[in-house]
Nanobody, 116 residues
Framework: QVQLVESGGGLVHTGGSLRLSCAAS????????MGWYRQAPGKQRELVAL???????NYSDFVKGRFTISRDTAKNTVFLQMNTLAPEDTAVYYC??????????WGQGTQVTVSS
């Protein structure tokens, strides 16, 4: 059973930074893609950033230039460095992993709150 555990959320002022972590139980290289998603109150969950098993990354337009997804394969952890945060970035941030032929795995989420 795969477990994804997010951490690093919290309360920050506008313009501040946070670094989220997603620790997986076992090697993350078996996932052909991992990603960060977020869901604000009353809104649908949306993609923030992806990283493939080959290390390629992709970002939604609203975070380009501000957020960076990365990974440490030795620690089986994916990170999301978030800079220049704004109140509209307030949401619960979720980690997702996709393995060939299996349902997606999701973490429990970590709350990010940006005050104005």
């Amino acid at each position: 059973q795969v477990q994804l555990v997010e951490s690093g959320g919290g309360l920050v002022h506008t313009g501040g930074s946070l670094r989220l972590s997603c620790a997986a139980s076992g090697s993350i290289l078996r996932f052909y893609v991992m990603g960060w998603y977020r869901q604000a109150p009353g809104k649908q969950r949306e993609l923030v950033a992806l990283i493939t098993s080959g290390g390629s990354t992709n970002y939604s337009d609203f975070v380009k230039g501000r957020f960076t997804i990365s990974r440490d394969t030795a620690k089986n952890t994916v990170f999301l460095q978030m800079n220049t945060l704004a109140p509209e970035d307030t949401a619960v941030y979720y980690c997702k992993a996709r393995e060939e032929g299996k349902p997606d795995y999701w973490g429990q989420g970590t709350q990010v709150t940006v005050s104005s």
